[in-house]
C-alpha cells in the first residue's frame, strides 16, 4: 500500500516535473524568437545607417570632385588672363594713338609721322601676340554680350538691330570680352512703316508681273 501511495507521488512528481520541462521550452522559444526579431531589426538599422553613410559620403566626393574642377578652372583663368587689367589700361593708349593717326595729316613731319606709325604698329603687334584682338562690328546684327548701343538712327537700307557705326572700338582677349564696341544701331521700325514696305513690295512691278 505503501509503495503504490509512493508510486503514485513519483508519478506526480514526474508529471510536474514533464510540465516544467515544457513551460522551460516554450519561454526558450519564445526567448529565441524574441532574440531573433531584435537581432532582425538591429540589421536593418545598421543596413539603414550604413546607406545613409554611403549618401553622405557620395555627396561629399561630388562636392569635392566640383570644387576640384572650380579651383582647377580658377587657376587656368588666371593663368590664361594674368595680363588683362594690364591689356585694358593699354588699351586706352591705342584709342590715343588711333586718334592721332586720323588726323596724322596735319602733322608737316614725315619723321614724326612715320615715328607715330612705327609705334602704333609695335604695340598692335605686342597685342596680338597677347591674344588681344579688335572686333570688327560694323554691319553686325547688334549682341548685347559684344555691343554696347549708344544710340538708334534709322536706316531702311539694314534688317532692324544692325551695327550703323562704331563710336569706340571693342576687344576680345583670347576667347573674353575685355571691352564692348561702343557702336550705333538701325532702329526697329514700327508697324506704320512696316505696312508701307509692303505696300511698295506689294506695289512693284516685279509683283504685277
Not at 506526480?12 to 510540465?19: A, T, V
Not at 515544457?22 to 519561454?27: H, I, L, R
Request: hydrophobic content about 35%.
Amino acid at each position: 500500500m505503501l509503495r503504490n501511495k509512493k508510486d503514485k507521488h513519483d508519478e506526480e512528481e514526474n508529471i510536474e516535473s514533464g510540465k516544467d520541462e515544457s513551460v522551460s521550452e516554450e519561454v526558450k522559444e519564445e526567448k529565441s524568437v524574441d532574440q531573433s526579431q531584435v537581432t532582425d531589426q538591429k540589421i536593418a538599422e545598421l543596413e539603414t545607417q550604413v546607406k545613409e553613410w554611403q549618401d553622405k559620403f557620395l555627396r561629399k566626393a561630388a562636392e569635392f570632385e566640383n570644387f576640384r574642377r572650380r579651383s582647377e578652372n580658377d587657376q587656368l583663368s588666371l593663368i590664361n588672363y594674368a595680363a588683362e587689367s594690364v591689356i585694358v589700361k593699354l588699351l586706352t593708349v591705342v584709342d590715343d594713338f588711333e586718334r592721332s593717326l586720323a588726323h596724322i595729316g596735319d602733322i608737316n613731319n614725315n619723321a614724326v609721322v612715320e615715328g607715330i606709325k612705327l609705334v602704333y604698329e609695335k604695340l598692335m603687334k605686342v597685342l596680338t601676340e597677347q591674344g588681344v584682338k579688335k572686333m570688327q562690328v560694323k554691319g553686325e546684327p547688334f549682341s548685347v554680350d559684344l555691343h554696347d548701343a549708344l544710340m538708334q538712327k534709322k536706316d531702311d537700307s539694314v534688317p532692324p538691330h544692325t551695327v550703323l557705326e562704331e563710336i569706340e572700338p571693342g576687344y576680345l582677349y583670347r576667347d573674353k570680352v575685355i571691352r564692348h564696341a561702343k557702336v550705333i544701331v538701325s532702329q526697329e521700325l514700327s508697324s506704320d512703316e512696316i505696312q508701307i514696305q509692303n505696300d511698295e513690295t506689294s506695289n512693284s512691278p516685279k509683283a504685277d508681273e
